[in-house]
């Protein structure tokens, strides 16, 4: 069975660092490989703060460049 590759992209704030640490940890513990470009991945992840308002524009920024990758 193929390693699936998968790229975590995270804008967070202090809190949501924990969150990203545990989410790479779970993918890591389940076989499958980070990889440091979303155009080598067979799946993206975004992690985004949710406790500030002022990061709304920027998150949606980010998923909008993450959806041309046309992954999962």
Not at 9 to 35: A, M, T, W
Not at 50 to 66: G, H, Q, T, V, W
Request: charged share 35%; proline share 1%; hydrophobic share 30%.
């Amino acid at each position: 069975m193929k390693q699936k590759k998968i790229f975590i992209v995270h804008n967070c704030c202090d809190r949501g660092q924990l969150s990203y640490l545990r989410i790479k940890k779970y993918f890591e513990l389940n076989g499958c490989r980070i990889v440091g470009s979303p155009r080598k991945a067979d799946h993206l992840v975004f992690n985004s703060c949710s406790f500030k308002d002022s990061k709304e524009k920027e998150c949606f920024a980010m998923i909008e460049r993450l959806k041309t990758y046309n992954k999962d």
